[in-house]
């Protein structure tokens, strides 16, 4: 079993920056991909940032050149950097990971529990 734990959550005004980190834990062997989604209220969750293992990026296109994701794999962590953030932006953000444990052979995929970020105008 894997467990994800965001961090960095908060309340931030418009322009403004914020930084979320997220620390996998569990019967590792191997995080295949590794990033963010996020769910405004009464929306669909969607994709923030992923970061494949062979250092392919993936952003969804109302955050591109404004957010940044990042990972240790040493770590097994992954960041997202916020930067000029809107009161758009505002919502749960989510860890995900694609990952191979000791108990299974096959890829699976696990959600943290999720991190409130709030952008005030």
């Known amino acids: 079993q894997v467990q994800l734990a965001e961090s960095g959550g908060g309340l931030v005004q418009a322009g403004g920056s914020l930084g979320l980190s997220c620390v996998a834990s569990g019967d590792i062997v191997r995080i295949n991909a590794m990033g963010w989604y996020r769910q405004a209220p009464g929306k669909q969750r969607e994709l923030v940032g992923v970061?494949?293992?062979?250092?392919?990026?993936y952003y969804g296109d109302s955050v591109k050149d404004r957010f940044s994701v990042s990972r240790d794999n040493a770590k097994n962590t992954v960041y997202l950097q916020m930067n000029s953030l809107r009161p758009e932006d505002t919502g749960t953000y989510y860890c995900?990971?694609?990952?191979?444990?000791?108990?299974?052979?096959?890829?699976?995929?696990?959600w943290g529990k999720g991190t409130l970020v709030t952008v005030s105008s």
């Open positions: 970061l494949t293992l062979d250092g392919q990026t």
């Open positions: 995900n990971a694609h990952h191979v444990t000791t108990s299974t052979s096959y890829e699976m995929q696990s």
